[in-house]
């Protein structure tokens, strides 16, 4: 089992219906959670991090947290053409000595 | 400020060869970790350093892989002999802290012949 579950995708959205994006993980003492986005032949960029339980909210970004099922999610409201890319989730270690990467989900925003 | 840097952004080399790849991480930045992303897949972790001290180097796939980090700023990592199964692209991150948000540069994209 990877320490960082996403779904594959491709994951397909018309431009300004919400795109919804999960990701599970499996080390319990795991206290920092981040979601990056990655256009094709770039490095990965930050879209948001969160610490607790609940959801964090960045403009047409939510994240959420839940530790008890050991779940994260991002919702893109609105989705533009221009989010189509990959998104990684990345979950730090216990120790905060390794970051685990989910193999990313494919979003296309259809115009 | 500037961002975190990488060189060079693209390396061919033959079978055998050795190879050493530069990071240039954000300045104050104490954690730095290198990462190796396999196209279509999400980057995996080969080691980390705080400052100078090279904490976890779990993820070097074999003892040909070799990082170091002598004043706890640049880093090189150096791969011997290389193979075929190394190419791939070769990213650097570096964050405040460890936990903390990782910020990646452009990365190396490595293809060994």
């Known amino acids: 089992q990877k320490e960082v579950e996403q779904n594959s995708g491709p994951l397909s959205v018309p431009e300004g219906a919400i795109a919804s994006l999960n990701c599970t993980y499996s080390?319990?003492?795991?206290?920092?959670f981040f979601w990056y986005r990655q256009y094709s032949g770039k490095s990965p960029e930050l879209i948001m991090s969160i610490y607790s339980n609940g959801d964090k909210e960045d403009g047409r970004f939510t994240a959420q947290l839940n530790k008890a099922s050991q779940y994260v999610s991002l919702l893109i409201r609105d989705s533009q053409p221009s989010d189509s890319a990959t998104y990684l989730c990345?979950?730090?270690?216990?120790?905060?000595?390794?970051?685990?990467f989910g193999t990313g989900t494919s979003l296309t925003v259809i115009p | 400020g500037a961002g975190v840097s990488q060189s060079p952004r693209y390396k061919v080399a033959k079978r055998g060869q050795d190879v050493a790849l530069r990071c240039d991480p954000i300045?104050?930045?104490?954690?730095l970790f290198w990462y190796q992303q396999a196209l279509g897949q999400g980057p995996e972790f080969l080691t980390y350093f705080q400052n100078e001290a090279q904490l976890d180097k779990s993820g070097l796939p074999s003892d040909r892989f070799f990082a170091e980090r002598p004043e706890g700023s640049v880093s090189t990592l150096k791969i011997q002999r290389t193979q075929q199964e190394d190419s791939a692209v070769y990213l650097c991150?570096?964050?405040?802290?460890?936990?903390?948000?990782?910020?990646f540069g452009p990365g190396t994209r490595l293809l060994v012949l």
């Open positions: 300045s104050g930045h104490v954690s």
């Open positions: 991150a570096s964050s405040l802290m460890a936990h903390e948000t990782q910020y």
């Open positions: 990345a979950v730090a270690s216990r120790a905060g000595n390794q970051f685990y």
């Open positions: 080390d319990r003492g795991s206290q920092s």
